[in-house]
């Protein structure tokens, strides 16, 4: 475990975590310690976890003596087991009397076991059936023996003109050259892939720890423009690894020929109030109701489809998520009472991020609105509906955040929100995310979205996640992490959308030049995730892994997001560039109506100029 010892033949820390990195840096500084540096143990891959894992890499590709390690483990250590219904048919394990219900992984405590370590053996990097989790993408891409660098781009001297490219690709393989490889080229842009073609090595059979470059040229692309390498075998193609560059920096709206106009249906909004006293606008055929009562988004129906249908529906603020098993990891028993103000003031890193968000009520927030402006301006061609207040922890006396919330409708029935919220007085060391969500309507399961994908990733995990153009059912947002928490997530979105089998649905789009720190749609609440200790609890069945149940489309944009860490798995390990600092905040974007026919990408360029 890192000793400075002689007795073995390798020097092998256990897990080095961030404070510990001085064990590995003390031995390669060391001039009398020649020994292989291989951690015995690193990078604990316990549910949603493999956070950083970069940063270990950088250290093995840069420092020869370290030669890389052993991640803990495997697989998951779960055993199929059919939930139990009791005879009134609530779920419950223990009884027998009501018949069997859905399949889930079962852990320690699941089989009458008093003794057990509960999930602790459910820390691998595949399930028990073997099917990998979204980190093995991460490792997969970290691991391959071959690096690929950009040395540049050659502009064209007129816009028809072709780019020219020069890559370098280093084998980092130690015994075989690159010949088993092939490689290949794409653009993507926000319409998806743009062009492709052949890569051609100026040396083919690169010998092990050199080097060989390669030229080429692709077709202009005034756009938001991304080129990935990819390197395959030529025994059954698969991909070996992908690597991206960004080599456009128009904007996205480029993509389409130039920004559209936005289509405008109406020359005046039309402003009214309901019978329960909530305020309704509607233009360009699109519907949206106003709630001064609950200071929120009530309703948005587009032409006769309704989105959201009530005020527990509509866009609300969200600063914790629900914990995964890195978040609680670290002390989690309970801040006993005549504690709480010492740890509040005193932060002690040993307690776990989900204990303080829940000692913090973070989990439990409600807005005590201070006042709610509403303003028809412009002669009727938009108009503000702005809400302040107080976001309260329930039985709390000190607010977590304050907040203002504006929402500006255009006459074509898009619906600008702008938010400050300041969470300097949150209580908490690090925020686990600063955000909002809402609900959609169950039929709008078609999620699009241009950012880091196809599969789940974060921000402290998304070296293996390209940007482009990704769209998926609901279900396959679904990552059936044995014990449920968050999960699902996609970094750096430009924007994303939800839309039925006709095309209706909702876009939501980022201002030029930015994007969501992390997007997300899942047919579970943040709540019911985190109650959850089996998947059965969610309706998942391992018999029926497409199906996700019919419940609301939970749509949430995030402006921060805390990474997920796992260094470790019994203490607090997400790295510091990683954490949410609780202070003042300041975002936007814009929900725009789609209809059948819509692409969301073009849709989103309208805005994106």
Sequence with gaps: SGSPKDCSDIFCPMYPCEAQYSELSRAIDDPNETRPIIMCEYAHAMGNSNGSLDEY???????????GGFIWDWVDQGLRQRERKDSTGSDGRGST?????????????DFGDPVHDAQFCINGLVFPDRTPHPAM?????????????????RDATSPVEDWEFDVEIRNLDCFRSLSWLSFDWELIGSTGVLATGDLELAVPSTRPGCATLASFTTPPFPCQTFL????????????????????????????FGGSAPIHVGSQQLVVSRDNSGQLVVTAAGVTIGFSRARGC?????IDDVVVIASERDGPQHQLWR???????AGLNVGIPTWLAKLVKKYPNPLWSYAERWRYAGLDRLRLEITSVIDILAGDGKSFEFTVSGKLWPEGHSTAAAVVTTTYTVSLNGSVRVRAEIDCSDAGVPTLARVGMRMRLAASMRNISFFGRGPHENYPDRKRSAHVGLHESDLSAQVVPYIVPGESGGRADVVWAAAADSDGVGLLAVTPPGESFALFSAQPFSTEQLAVAKHTSELGLDLDDAANSGCDPVHFTLDHAHMGLGGDVGWLPSVHEPFKVEPRAFSYSYTLVPLRPGQRPGAEAAKYTA
Excluded: C, I, M
């Design 97 to 109: 009397t009501g018949g069997l219900g859905n399949a889930h992984w079962a852990y320690g405590g």
């Design 322 to 328: 629900a914990p995964t098993d890195n978040d609680e």
């Design 297 to 301: 988004v009530s309703l948005l129906r």
């Design 137 to 153: 993408e991460e490792v997969r891409h970290l691991y391959a023996p071959l690096e690929v660098s950009l040395l540049g781009r």
């Design 57 to 67: 890499w950088e250290t093995v590709r840069t420092e020869k003596q370290v030669q």
């Design 228 to 255: 990935t390498v990819n390197a395959r075998s030529k025994v059954g193609g698969w991909l070996v690894k992908a690597t991206q560059f960004k080599v456009g920096n128009s904007s996205v709206a480029q993509s």
